[in-house]
Nanobody, 124 residues
Framework: QVQLEESGGGLVQAGGSLRLSCRAS????????VAWFRQAPGKERDIVAG????????HYADSVKGRFTISRDNALNMVYLQMNRLRPEDTAVYYC?????????????????WGQGTQVIVAS
């Protein structure tokens, strides 16, 4: 069993940066694939970025490529999402998700474990 807790969301001006953190509990977290998803009001929950258990493989949505970076520190049971050059359309609730299967990316239905989300608001 893995429990996830996101932090780092907030209000930022367009062009600014935020770093989201996902803290995991569970001894086997280092073997889990992890992803960040986001969901804006009235929209589906879409993947933003994914990372393999080792950190060697990553996946990004086209809309965030070159602006966002996903990383993990398995010794600390942490996964991060560095978000730069933020845009108003990045406004959403951001969720951390994990799964024991060796997936990188994929849809929300692939992931078994979810955090409660953290709100990101980008003001224009």
């Amino acid at each position: 069993q893995v429990q996830l807790e996101e932090s780092g969301g907030g209000l930022v001006q367009a062009g600014g940066s935020l770093r989201l953190s996902c803290r995991a509990s569970g001894r086997t977290f280092s073997s889990y694939a992890v992803a960040w998803f986001r969901q804006a009001p009235g929209k589906e929950r879409d993947i933003v970025a994914g990372i393999s258990w080792s950190g060697s493989n990553t996946h990004y949505a086209d809309s965030v490529k070159g602006r966002f970076t996903i990383s993990r520190d398995n010794a600390l049971n942490m996964v991060y999402l560095q978000m730069n050059r933020l845009r108003p359309e990045d406004t959403a609730v951001y969720y951390c998700a994990a799964d024991p299967e060796p997936i990188v990316g994929g849809s929300a239905s692939y992931y078994d474990y979810w955090g409660q989300g953290t709100q990101v608001i980008v003001a224009s």
